[in-house]
């Protein structure tokens, strides 16, 4: 298992530039995200990573080593892929073994091996099948199965679960958290799916127009977005923009939203101009005596909670609230902003000001 | 009131469908059981009026199509010892004796090695090609491809009198090599482009996960891209052979002695007072079985290959 080091890295193809200058650390063991929009660079780094494609520029380090130049073959990487890629004209042993086949493995170990990856993945009675009338489930654990018997320096999985139904997706994803957590082997998973990045993510890479916008744990992530685009991309429903034109000195803990102060945690910088105060759907309170006054426009019931959406002089604003408080549509209300959970965006380059609250936290 | 079925189709339709791929198959295969016919009857029989449908089968065209015969004194051929072959006895009936061997049998052979020769070569190199078109970046790729579909916009016979010249210039004429050369490279711009479009069907996927695996670029291809390509290139084997086999014009025009082919060869075959039709008929029928039994071999490829893309595996 290895340490994965990506320094600068950058890949144009011909005049477009899927990825500029990515630079982050995957440790040993670590499950990690490549999250993003379709066309965000992040299927490009990976398969920079598995030696797919060679960087234009930068570094790849695994375990210390530079394998930037070096062809996929060399760098002891296992890959799963989103199709699964089950090479079609061999059965499910002939699969699982071929990675072992490649080593010159000696014929005995390949069985022993098999036997037991098999094993885990508990597709034992399907060795001697073809891929072709498999289910998808049993496909993904076939293609487990290949990454996982050569015992490589690490995982590159490129929307594994993409192609699965929504049934075998909850299984698998729990599957994998689970070999993942048995086998503490170096992961890179690619996803379009932020629910699955942070279901399944030690640390995740968001990703957006070939740009990293911020690196850091699922927590981290949510709740100190670094840039408008991570803090709209994560989060169902998403983060609250309120936008408004003010200033604010750095030590300030407060912003004038219209007329109404709003307190947040205290400013590391000085912030003015077209400013952007980012609210998560939970930390917004419904209170009939507060100063932001708003209109209840819809109220959709999901249970537990509900999601209160109303319109403010700043824009719509969604609140989840707990089911059990009445909530009518066309009612005036006020709204409590949980001040120590507020983000405060720059409008124009879209990045967070600093914080008290986010001082620890990754920019891209 | 019985239901419009939309996929069944009604009793008379079938039959109506059934008959008319009857009778297209009789009309198909009617030369063809004409000339297998008439390679089995004798000179006399073959040339009868009205034509003889049922006649008494005879070798008499394939032993003429192998020998050469001859004419000798009617003392000599008196005096002659009884035949020693069935082959001899079939020859001495026709009033003649075996002079020896004719060069059908070489022909032949000259058709195999130039036909399947330059079929080899054609899958071969059209099979990389088609696959760095399909994969890598080619710089001038559209441009490259569109060249090698251009030299089989002229009718290949158009440049004949050039490659005449050039053939006699570099030593190219009459030679098994020559004719190879010249069907692959009327071939290969077929090749390329029926491979190029059954690779691009191969998903990438499969080779990037052999070059995962630990195999270099050259493995994955051998191992995982020519087994899936297996359709194409049978396909494509087809057509590079039957326009090889067939081909006539060039054959007639480059080779005479060494490397001629059975095409030109078949109509010179002459018997004695006349052209021997059974001889000619018997050249055809041999001519048509290598073809034959290997399509008939490939067959199961073939059809998938032409509906290849038109149906999800």
Not at chain 1, 175 to 183: F, N, P, W, Y
Not at chain 1, 187 to 207: F, N, P, R, S
Not at chain 2, 108 to 134: D, H, K, P, Q
Request: net charge neutral; charged share 20%.
């Amino acid at each position: 298992m290895a340490e994965i080091v990506i320094r600068n890295l950058r890949k144009e193809f011909g005049a477009f530039t899927a990825v500029q200058g990515s630079t982050f650390t995957i440790r040993d063991g670590e499950f990690f995200m490549l999250l993003g929009p379709s066309g965000c660079g992040k299927t490009t780094t990976l398969r920079m990573i598995a030696g797919l494609e060679l960087p234009t520029s930068g570094q790849i380090l695994i375990d210390g080593e530079d394998v930037s130049q070096k062809p996929a073959s060399q760098r002891d990487i296992a890959m799963v892929f989103q199709m699964f890629a089950l090479y079609p004209h061999m059965n499910v042993r002939k699969n699982i073994a071929y990675p072992l086949v490649s080593q010159g493995v000696p014929r005995a170990e390949v069985q022993r091996k098999v036997a037991e990856v098999a094993r885990i993945l508990r597709i034992d009675h399907l060795l001697d099948k073809g891929v072709g009338g498999l289910s998808g489930g049993d496909r993904q654990r076939v293609a487990l199965g290949r990454a996982i018997v050569r015992n490589p320096k690490a995982f590159m999985m490129d929307e594994p679960l993409g192609a699965l139904d929504a049934e075998f997706r909850e299984i698998m994803a729990e599957e994998l958290r689970a070999l993942h957590d048995r086998m503490h082997a170096t992961t890179v998973y690619v996803t379009h799916d932020q629910l699955e990045a942070m279901q399944m993510g030690d640390k995740i890479v968001v990703m957006n127009h070939g740009v990293v916008e911020q690196f850091g744990t699922p927590q981290d992530i949510y709740d100190h977005p670094a840039t408008l685009f991570v803090a709209d991309f994560i989060g169902s429903p998403a983060m609250n923009f309120l936008r408004f034109e003010g200033s604010a000195p750095a030590g300030a803990a407060t912003v004038t939203l219209g007329d109404t102060p709003i307190a947040l945690p205290e400013l590391r910088e000085a912030a003015s101009g077209s400013l952007v105060l980012g609210v998560r759907p939970e930390h917004v309170a419904l209170s009939d005596s507060a100063p932001l006054r708003a209109r209840i426009e819809a109220v959709e019931y999901l249970g537990t909670t509900q999601i209160v959406t109303l319109s403010t002089p700043q824009g719509t604003i969604k609140a989840r609230t707990p089911s059990t408080l009445p909530a009518r549509p066309g009612d005036l209300t006020g709204l409590v902003l949980n001040a120590s959970r507020l983000s405060l965006f720059d409008a124009t380059t879209g990045r967070a000001f600093r914080t008290a609250a986010n001082a620890g936290v990754n920019h891209g | 009131m019985s239901a419009y079925s939309v996929t069944e189709p009604s009793k008379a339709s079938k039959w109506a469908a059934g008959l008319l791929v009857a009778l297209y198959t009789i009309i198909t295969l009617l030369p063809l059981v004409w000339i297998i016919s008439t390679s089995f009857k004798t000179g006399p029989d073959s040339i009868s009026y009205p034509p003889k449908v049922v006649f008494e089968p005879s070798l008499e065209g394939y032993v003429n199509l192998f020998t050469t015969r001859t004419r000798i004194a009617a003392e000599d051929f008196a005096a002659l010892p009884p035949p020693e072959t069935w082959y001899d006895r079939i020859v001495r009936d026709q009033g003649m004796v075996i002079a020896g061997q004719s060069r059908f049998g070489e022909r032949f052979m000259n058709s195999v090695i130039i036909g399947f020769g330059s079929t080899f070569l054609s899958i071969f190199l059209g099979t990389l090609a088609a696959y760095a078109f399909s994969r890598f970046r080619v710089p001038l790729k559209d441009d490259l491809l569109f060249f090698i579909l251009s030299t089989r916009m002229m009718p290949p016979i158009a440049v004949a009198i050039p490659i005449y010249l050039m053939y006699r210039e570099l030593g190219l004429s009459d030679t098994h090599l020559g004719m190879i050369l010249l069907y692959t490279a009327v071939n290969i711009s077929l090749a390329v482009w029926l491979l190029k479009g059954f690779i691009d069907e191969i998903p990438r996927e499969y080779e990037e996960a052999a070059l995962i695996d630990g195999y270099t670029r050259f493995q994955a291809f051998r191992k995982v891209v020519l087994p899936q390509a297996a359709t194409g290139i049978a396909s494509t084997a087809i057509f590079c052979l039957i326009f090889a086999w067939n081909e006539y014009a060039f054959a007639v025009l480059l080779t005479s002695g060494n490397a001629q082919t059975a095409p030109p060869f078949i109509p010179t075959i002459i018997g004695v007072g006349g052209q021997d039709w059974p001889a000619v008929a018997a050249g055809a029928t041999l001519f048509l079985l290598p073809v034959m039994i290997f399509t008939i071999l490939l067959r199961k490829h073939l059809l998938r290959g032409i509906t290849f893309g038109a149906v999800r595996k």
